[in-house]
């Protein structure tokens, strides 16, 4: 059974660009969540989505969106990148939502984003 | 606000020790708790996931608690190997509908 699925692994990017990010979850799987980790904030929550729907957003400005589709697939997108925006993004699924009593998450390997 | 804290930040002990990762809480309305661990530049790997109604987990020679009421969650490891080197973090599942994440702790295991 193949795991999530993040693309690119790494990328390099300048201030004010914007950039995109893809998870693929793990068949089966509706809810894909998406953190950010840096060594100064550690790991932060953004947002999750289950069955398309946005379920929660974490403390982070508009410049950070997500989406769904039907097949579960998610893409989170940041515009106007700042340095601050440097981390790993990590994305993760679960077949249920979180809350659920049930949610154990699976990781992809995640995508290092670098802004200069 | 949920605050989640992992004692010690950092930890190295010789190789075949047992040993104690320690996550704290501030709200006790959590529906799970998890632990995770973290290879440099990897993503996370879920190792337990204790929900709110049970007490401990155990999975080979890890061993997760759950006290709700005073907030805490022990992870034991027993006859550590250097194969265990890793970041621990734990995350609980609040009432809010996110995880919150502790810092970690940053294991060595010594050869």
């Known amino acids: 059974k193949a795991g999530v699925t993040q693309t690119p692994r790494y990328l390099i990017k300048t201030r004010g660009q914007q950039v995109t990010l893809s998870c693929s979850p793990i068949s089966g799987h509706r809810s894909v969540s998406w953190y950010q980790q840096t060594p100064g904030q550690g790991l932060q929550f953004l947002f999750e989505?289950?069955?398309?729907?946005?379920?929660n957003k974490g403390n982070f400005p508009g410049r950070f969106s997500g989406r769904q589709f039907s097949n579960s697939r998610s893409e989170m997108n940041v515009s106007t990148l700042e340095l601050g925006d440097s981390a790993l993004y990590l994305c993760?699924?679960?077949?249920?939502?979180?809350?659920?009593?049930?949610?154990?998450?699976?990781f992809g390997e995640g995508s290092r984003l670098t802004v200069l | 606000k949920q605050e989640v804290t992992q004692i010690p930040a950092a930890l190295s002990v010789p190789e075949g020790e047992n040993l104690v990762l320690n996550c704290s809480f501030t709200d006790s309305a959590i529906y799970n708790l998890q632990w995770f661990r973290q290879d440099p530049g990897k993503g996370l790997t879920s190792l337990l996931l204790?929900?709110?109604s049970q007490r401990e987990q155990t999975s080979g020679r890890l061993n997760a608690s759950l006290d709700k009421s005073s907030g805490r969650s022990t992870l034991y490891i027993a006859a550590s190997q250097p194969g265990d080197s890793a970041t621990y973090l734990c995350a609980v599942d609040d009432s809010n509908y996110q995880l919150i994440w502790g810092a970690g702790t940053k294991l060595i295991i010594k050869p």
């Open positions: 993760a699924s679960s077949p249920n939502p979180t809350a659920s009593n049930t949610g154990e998450l699976f």
């Open positions: 204790i929900q709110s």
């Open positions: 989505y289950f069955s398309e729907t946005q379920r």
